[in-house]
Structure formats: C-alpha cells, structure tokens
C-alpha cells in the first residue's frame, strides 16, 4: 500500500525565518506499490523534482493588482502564478481566483486581498514519487517548489511530470531492448561467453526494508543449479554484502547476476556518489556508515572487504560523482581459471 | 539439539517453525553485526542475536543457517516473521540476554557430547 503523507504547508506570512525551518517537517520516505515494475520504482525515486520543475516561473508581487495576474495569464497562457518577493513565497493566485475577482468586481484589487496563502509545496529535492502522490491527493494542477532555504525555485505540474516520465521511460524501454537483442544475438551464434542466465534487481537508496532480496534469490538460482554449498555461500555472501553497501552508501542501482560456462558474476553498479578512496574503502574495519545503519547491524566497513574475501576475482571501479561499480567472479567448476 | 529444544533451553518460544523439525545445532554465532555473521564458515548455524529485523533472517538465509534467536523479549516486526515463514528460517523469540543464552547452549551442548 502507499502510504499518504502530510503535506507541506507554508507558515503565515508574517513567520520568522527560524519558524519556518522549526514547522518544517522531515522529508518522509515514499513507498510506491509493490506491483510496480522496478524500473518504475526506481525512476520515481531517481529523478528528483528539481529535474522536472520549469525554472521560468512568472511571478508577481503581493501589491500587484488581480488584473495584472489576468493579463500575465492570458498572454503566458498559464493557469497560475505564485506570489513572492526575494524569493519568498506569500501565496498563489489561480485562474479560479481571477473568475471570482471577475465576477465579483475586485479586479483591480491588490493581490494580497484575494491569492490564496494556505499553500501546499514541495521541496527541490524530493523523489518525483511525492509530486505524483501529492497530485492524487490533492486537487491541484501544480504546486510551487521550494529549496532547502524555503525560497521558491520553480513550479512543477502535471504536464512537466508527464513530459519527464515518457522522455525517461523511453530512455530505459530502449536500454532494455538493446539489452535483450545482444543477448539474444549472443544465444543466436553460439557463443561460448553467452550469459546463460542474466538477472537484474534495482536497489533503491535506503531501502532497507528490501535489501537483501535479490541476494536471497541469487541464492535460490544457484540451488537449482545445484551449484556445490560452500560456494553458493560465497556467492550469496558477496551479493548480499554488495546489496547492502548500494542501499546504504549510494543513491540507487543495479545488482546484477550471470551464469556464463563455468563462471559466476555479480556485478553492482550504482550512480553516486562515488568512492573517493578504493583501497582504504577495500580494507576491513573502514567505515563511512552513520548510526541508523549501525543499528540495522550493517556499518562495520566490512562490506566490500567481506566480498574481496570470498570472490574469486575482485574489481572495483569507482569515479566520483559518477559511481561505482564493484564484479566478484567465481569458478564454478573447482580448480578452475 | 533442534530448535525446540533451543526454545526450550532459552525459556523462548518458537514465532516460525517447525516444531518437530528434526535438523540440528552445527555451531553457535553471538552476533548484532551482520558483516560479522557472514564471515562465519560453518554449517548448519544458530544465529544468536538482538537485532530484531528483517536483515538478521535474510543473513541467516545467506549463511544457511538453522535457526534464529531474538533475545530480551524484543519485540518482532511483523515484516520479520513474514521473511522468516518465506525464506523457512525458524526464529525464536526468547526472554534471556545473549550472554546467558551462550554460556546455556554452550552446557548443554557440552552435555550433549559427553552423552
């Protein structure tokens, strides 16, 4: 089930700065339905509003009058503008507001009469995820976004949201397609290095509550192939150890797993935010985990150290700002290369 | 020893499990720190412990382990035994610190030898 979350709401006008960040509450964690494709999950959680919002937002100041909103509107073609000055959001004026002012004759009211300063927000860098819960839950057609210094940086709506998702699901159907041809390709001329068994899991950041999972069933492939026990352990092992460090240290990726001959892979990729130190990360006891990890019995720095240790071959790649990405190799076969 | 007669020795009570199971203690691990779990190389563990979540049964499953122990009564997640009852790890719940659950499986384990 998702979960419903309270909506932000601006404190009055007249609040201090330190009110505003005391009423400001956490940023929650979102859960989006189990029944949805990972690549869905994981892209709701990725892109950040920040990467969806227009920038070139209109703005007008609180002594503006209604009219002056009208006009804006009408030549901007636009069905909202939010109301701030130096950055601060006062509060918002709709096209429903102008109709009111129409009919009612305040037109050319100032607009600190009549804009509505109950605002719902959001905040730059929240997972896209909350921007579709807050448009299910709320009947607006946008929300004003605003940064960690609560000052208005953009306007995100339902249009920019859609806009984004089809350009980024485009982006990831043609990844997997390419994926699946090379694969079938391979299968196709025999090839000897042909995956015969390819798995992917995403891994979202912080998700602990999942973690875990695609090392369990790497573990279950691995018991139909009556792969011997010792090394379905070290296999296991490592894929749980690599899972881990990309829920806990990274913002999201990939678990991969292959069969291919007499060889076994898990690969772990993730975006960001990279590891400045490889060999001190590599060594036991180095550690970067906070204590909320720590307490969910992870943290010790002993993860990739612990996977170095049962692999095979051990590589890890990692570039900053970029990411990482750490292959452990096994023989299957014993005494094999 | 099976995982009743763990319940039994720790005053615990089995949450998931068989209790007629028939499969036995291989070695004991006393340990909060999941890293720690999965550098053991033995067979058939009993993972004792006071980390009540879901990644002590998922180690647990990782390693092979026989069974779990949660100790001082420390209340389980539901989301805790769900795992347990998928991945078929038996999870006991038990009033005892983890010092006093080791030095009683390590008698009772001594007399069970010596039998």
Redesign the interface.
Known sequence: MAEVHKPVILPPPHASDDEIIARHPPIPRVTTDEDSPLVIMELLQRIKIRDVMRTDVVVLSRRDTMRRAQDLMRRNRISGIPIAEGGRLYGIVSVEDIIQALSGGWIDDVIVKHMSNHLIVLEADMPLAFALKYFENYNYGRFPVLNKEHRLVGLISQRDVTRTLLYELTLEINKLEKKAMQNSQAEASGDSQAAYLLREWSVLHND??N???A??DI?AILREHNVD??LT?RI??AA??LE?NICIHSHGGNLTFMIADDKATVIAKDTGPGIPDVVWACQDGTSTANDWIRS???G?G??LA?SK?VSDRFDIKSVMGKGTTVTCSFNLKPGGE | MTISDVAKILEGSLVVGDAMASRAVGAVVASDLMSDVLLVDADDILLLTSLASDQAIRTAHIVGAMGVVVHDSKPLPSTMSQVAGQLKIPLVSSPLSKYESCVRLHAALEAERSA
């Open positions: 602990l509550e973690a875990g999972k090392a369990n573990k026990r010792r352990r296991a092992v749980y150890e881990i969910l019995g992870f010790a002993m993860g612990n240790r």
